[in-house]
T-cell receptor
C-alpha cells in the first residue's frame, strides 16, 4: 500500500525557535497533502490543505504566518512552526491523497505523526 | 453546526465478544465514511471505507454499516482479541474536502 513518512518523529525545542516537519509520499505522487494536529484524547483537527505548487488553504483559527506550509513537489510537503510556544506542543500528522494509483481517488494515507514538545 | 460524534469515549469488553462502536453525524452529506485504527503515539491506519450507496462492508473480523437516513455508522469487531485494543476513529469525506474525524472510541479487550 501507499506509504507516507514524516520526519522527525519527535522533536523538543525551546520556546521562540522554529521547527520544520517533513512529510513525504514514498511510492506515489500526492497532489494534495493535509496537515492535522491532535491534542491528547482529542480528535485529529485539520489545520490546512495544500496542493502542489500553490498556496495552502488554512482552516479557520489556524494562523498561516505561524504554521508555514510548503508543498514544493508531488512527494514532499513541509510544515514549519515558527516562534514555537509551549501551547504549540502537540502531535502533528500529515496525510496525502493521490489521483493515480495508491488506492481509490478519495483515500487519504497518513504519516506516523510527529510529537512536538516546546519547552 | 456540523458534528461527528462517537458516543462512547471508552468501551471495555472481554476477549471473544463482539465490540460495536457507533458514529453519528449531523449536517454532513458524506460520500464516504471511513474507519481508522490509531495506537498511542501513532498516525491513523485505514481499516474500512463504505460509500453512501452501500449498506454494509466486511473485512475479515470487521464489519461496517452505513445508514444515511439515520446518519449513523456502526463498526463491529467480532471475536475480539486483546490485540484489537486501540482507539478507533470514524471519518467522513465530502466532495472537495479533507477527511473530518470524530473524537474516537478507545476499545480495551481483556483476556
Amino acid at each position: 500500500g501507499a506509504v507516507v513518512s514524516q520526519h522527525p518523529s519527535r522533536v523538543i525545542c525551546k520556546s521562540g525557535t522554529s521547527v520544520k516537519i517533513e512529510c513525504r509520499s514514498l511510492d506515489f505522487q500526492a497532489t494534495t497533502m493535509f496537515w492535522y494536529r491532535q491534542f491528547p484524547k482529542q480528535s485529529l483537527m485539520l489545520m490546512a490543505t495544500s496542493n502542489e505548487g500553490s498556496k495552502a488553504t488554512y482552516e479557520q483559527g489556524v494562523e498561516k504566518d505561524k504554521f508555514l506550509i510548503n508543498h514544493a513537489s508531488l512527494t514532499l510537503s513541509t510544515l514549519t512552526v515558527t516562534s514555537a510556544h509551549p501551547e504549540d506542543s502537540s502531535f502533528y500528522i500529515c496525510s496525502a491523497r493521490s489521483l493515480a494509483g495508491g488506492g481509490s481517488y478519495n483515500e487519504q494515507f497518513f504519516g506516523p505523526g510527529t510529537r512536538l514538545t516546546v519547552l | 453546526s456540523q458534528k461527528i460524534e462517537q458516543n462512547s469515549e471508552a468501551l471495555n469488553i472481554q476477549e471473544g465478544k463482539t465490540a460495536t462502536l457507533t458514529c453519528n453525524y449531523t449536517n454532513y452529506s458524506p460520500a464516504y465514511l471511513q474507519w481508522y485504527r490509531q495506537d498511542p503515539g501513532r498516525g491513523p491506519v485505514f481499516l474500512l471505507l463504505i460509500r453512501e450507496n452501500e449498506k454494509e462492508k466486511r473485512k475479515e473480523r470487521l464489519k461496517v454499516t452505513f445508514d444515511t437516513t439515520l446518519k449513523q455508522s456502526l463498526f463491529h469487531i467480532t471475536a475480539s482479541q486483546p490485540a484489537d485494543s486501540a482507539t478507533y476513529l470514524c471519518a467522513l469525506y465530502q466532495a472537495g474536502t479533507a477527511l473530518i474525524f470524530g473524537k474516537g472510541t478507545t476499545l480495551s479487550v481483556s483476556s
